[in-house]
């Protein structure tokens, strides 16, 4: 259990770090959203399901459905229709 | 950004003076940005605007390295109150607080609730969560300042472009249609599930919302606007929150009165472990949900697209 702790706090930070040196807008939300994953992994394993389920749902679920309608908006994420016109 | 570059330029060789402040600002952002060939290439012909883009961007450097040292101070300051906290996971330290203790051992005689959390948050803490779901509304209502469309000309033009960019929304997918159509019951009822077990299993008003939610805007994304529209508009979404706001606090003052005056409450607390325990939690926690549900709909269908 000790292990599976650490591999999954580690790959927390390692996504936080990675959120911010990302160029691309699209990858950022979704590195996001596996940091979001893990950590709702990680309130389980701290015995608080409650925060879990609120985690898996708001953070991995919810804010990056919200970010991603962000990006749409100011058109960083590239459209098949658009696409298609070029 | 390079559009914009390229009106700007247009507009400025046109000699229109006409370009009003607020596009002006805009636009001097996006340069500011830019590459600096450009924008040699266009101050050239105003040298009042020179000189306001010099100010303009010393401002910028200012500013930058203010919030950059703020920053800093903050994390510093947060890192100092650290150090000042009780060991994580350290038996000890939970002696201190005596209210954790109280909670923890009282929980289920004072408020019948099974589930210890949900007896805190929604009984002991109950106006802490009445403004949370305040606060849910309200940023509904300051999303909807920012974002709603004036019926004006150009607002005209900026719903024909909405639209278009909503008509675009049903996916002629049959992978996607069909999961959904199998899916989307069973996360509506799971957060039912959630909502209604608050007080006796993990989970709650605020998680069981948030997954009905998700589940509204999973349907809103594959089915599009005009299926989602026949259940759910602006209207119901004022109705229901309103209607779920006024019944949580009066609920709410009611226990409060009651209790404050030593009075018999007629709601018991039941007996604990079954669905209808708990006194007025079950409702509570209903109502917490449909809010949460509500406001997480409202704030996709809002960004997507600006209005309902």
């Known amino acids: 259990m000790e292990e599976l702790n650490i591999l999954l706090l580690l790959f927390i930070i390692a996504c936080a770090v990675s959120v911010s040196l990302t160029k691309n807008l699209l990858s950022a939300v979704i590195i996001f959203m596996a940091q979001s994953l893990a950590m709702s992994v990680v309130w389980i394993l701290l015995e608080s399901p409650d925060l879990a389920i609120t985690e898996a749902a708001v953070g991995a679920g919810v804010t990056s459905l919200l970010m991603f309608a962000a990006l749409k908006k100011i058109h960083r994420v590239r459209d098949e229709k658009h696409e298609k016109e070029k | 950004m390079k559009k914009r570059n390229e009106t700007l330029l247009k507009w400025l060789n046109e000699g229109s003076e006409t370009l009003d402040q607020e596009m002006m600002e805009s636009l001097e952002g996006d340069y500011l940005a830019g590459d600096e060939k450009q924008e040699t290439a266009v101050t050239k012909k105003d040298e009042s605007s020179r000189f306001h883009m010099i100010i303009r961007s010393a401002y910028i450097r200012i500013s930058t390295a203010f919030s950059v040292v703020l920053c800093i101070a903050l994390i510093a300051i947060l890192m100092y109150t650290v150090m000042d906290m009780p060991y994580f996971g350290n038996a000890d330290t939970l002696v201190e607080s005596e209210v954790s203790e109280f909670y923890i051992e009282h929980t289920l005689e004072h408020t019948g609730a099974v589930n210890v959390i949900s007896g805190i948050i929604l009984n002991f803490r109950g106006f802490d969560t009445l403004g949370e779901a305040h606060v849910l509304f ?84 594959v089915y599009g606007y005009i299926r989602t529209r026949r259940f759910f508009t602006m209207r119901t979404f004022r109705i229901l929150t309103t209607i779920a706001l006024i019944s949580y606090t009066c609920s709410k003052t ?14 018991g607390i039941g007996t604990p472990g079954t669905i209808f325990s708990g006194g007025l939690l079950l409702p509570l926690n209903i109502f917490v949900g449909l809010v949460v549900a509500c406001t997480m709909y409202a704030l996709f269908t809002m960004f997507r697209k600006g209005d309902f």
């Open chain 2, 254 to 267: 009611f226990h409060f009165v009651t209790g404050a005056n030593d009075i018999k409450a007629m709601i």
């Open chain 2, 138 to 221: 309200i940023a509904v209502c300051s999303v909807m300042i920012l974002l709603h469309i004036h019926p004006t000309e150009h607002g005209a033009h900026l719903m024909a472009y909405e639209y278009d960019d909503a008509s675009e929304e049903p996916h002629d997918d049959d992978i996607l249609l069909t999961g959904v159509r199998v899916l989307f019951p069973l996360i509506v009822m799971f957060g039912i599930y959630i909502i209604l077990n608050g007080n006796l299993s993990p989970g709650g008003g605020f998680s069981g919302g948030a997954v009905i939610g998700a589940g509204l805007i999973l349907y809103l994304s």
